[in-house]
């Protein structure tokens, strides 16, 4: 029988190539996303992508005037499972605003379990990220690891894997999947999904990528002074397609009957430096990327890959592609759409 699948924050950069991915995989899905920091727009490519239609419900999980919609929603849909994305994300907001965050992020999975629970589906593929380890481990960090997040955000992250565990525990007949994302870039090679920040971008390759286009004129590198090969910090960029098609594969786990929480990193196992980063994406772009170099920014870790052994053991994945091809998809992505969905 086809699954149904709730997609919560589906519009999302991660979210939309989750749906390609799922509704390739021949599932059905309902997004739920307030579009707080998404566009509609993605909805419709997602479904030119797909070439079939996805059902959308705009609500705010984290509204506790919504709840009762929301699960009655996901109930009527007859969902088999939930990937959940949907929160805020900004690490510097998170530590303005502490309540906000928690209230928000912690709120929206608290309404999801509900609603899971009583649609009758014992799924959760949830999207967590390798800031919960902190910087507490030896490269490459396995799911072993000390965890310890340094800021609200992180801690949001922690606290609800820590919750999904609980709710696998109470009932056996749960399945779990914490995934620990490290550092999503890239976009669909079609060019028609991508990443489109709100704001002044605050990762670096949406930085780049504006900078290569014009919008802006000067990346800032935080830092060269770290005890790494060339002093700027390094990270295990993931394309973003790969990143989706492992949530395919941990429902595909979970689908098998393994049930129980698992927490698995998704990585390449490679950490590439911030300037070997603007290299590979001048190389990509065929554009000049100036940048200075600027103190370090607060919160930053020098380096931090993964060790990514366990997601090929439990679900066969592994990241397929490389930095280049990174590069070349957030390029594509942001040429073809230099305003984003705006267009
Ligand atoms: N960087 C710059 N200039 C920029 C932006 C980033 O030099 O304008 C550097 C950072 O210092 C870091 C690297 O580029 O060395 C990557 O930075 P990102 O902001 O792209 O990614 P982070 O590793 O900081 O962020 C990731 C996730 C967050 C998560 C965070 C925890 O994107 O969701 O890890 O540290 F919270």
């Not at 984290?62 to 805020?88: C, E, M, P, S, W």
């Not at 309404?111 to 589906?121: M, S």
């Not at 799911?143 to 894997?161: C, D, M, Q, S, V």
Request: overall charge negative; glycine content about 10%; aromatic content about 8%.
């Amino acid at each position: 029988m086809t699954q149904r699948i709730v997609v919560t924050g589906g519009a999302g950069y991660i979210g939309s190539h989750v749906c390609v991915e799922l509704l390739a995989s021949g599932r059905d899905v309902l997004i739920v996303d307030d579009f707080s920091n998404s566009h509609q727009q993605a909805v419709a490519r997602i479904e030119e992508l797909a070439q079939r239609g996805v059902e959308c419900l705009k609500a705010d999980l984290a509204d506790a005037a919504q709840k009762n919609a929301i699960v009655n929603r996901i109930k009527t849909f007859g969902a088999d499972g939930a990937v959940h994305l949907a929160g805020l994300k900004a690490v510097g907001e998170s530590v303005a605003q502490p309540a906000r965050y928690y209230q928000t992020n912690i709120g929206a999975a608290l309404t999801l379990i509900e609603a899971l629970g009583a649609a009758n589906a014992r799924s959760v593929v949830f999207s967590s990220s390798a800031t919960v380890y902190g910087d507490l481990n030896d490269n490459p960090v396995t799911e072993e690891g000390r965890t310890g997040a340094t800021n609200p955000y992180g801690r949001t992250k922690l606290f609800i894997e820590e919750i999904l565990k609980d709710v696998a525990r109470a009932n056996d007949q749960w399945g779990v999947a914490n995934l620990r994302y490290f550092n999503p870039v890239g976009a669909h090679a079609s060019g028609r999904i991508g990443e489109d920040p709100n704001d002044t971008p605050n990762n670096l390759f949406p930085y780049i990528a504006q900078v290569a286009v014009g919008r802006r004129k000067k990346l800032s590198v935080f830092g060269n002074d770290y005890d790494t090969r060339d002093g700027t910090g390094v990270r295990d960029y993931i394309h973003v397609v790969d990143l989706a098609r492992g949530h395919v594969a941990a429902l595909d786990y979970l689908s098998d009957g393994e049930r129980g929480a698992v927490d698995v990193n998704l990585g390449t196992g490679r950490g590439y430096s911030v300037l070997e980063a603007v290299a590979a994406f001048k190389r990509a772009s065929n554009r000049d990327i100036p940048y200075d170099v600027v103190p370090r920014r607060d919160g930053d870790i020098a380096e931090i890959y993964a060790n990514a052994s366990k997601a090929k053991k439990l679900f066969g994945w592994s990241a397929k592609k490389d930095l280049d091809a990174m590069c070349a998809d957030h390029w594509r992505w942001q040429r073809e759409n230099p305003n984003g969905y705006n267009e």
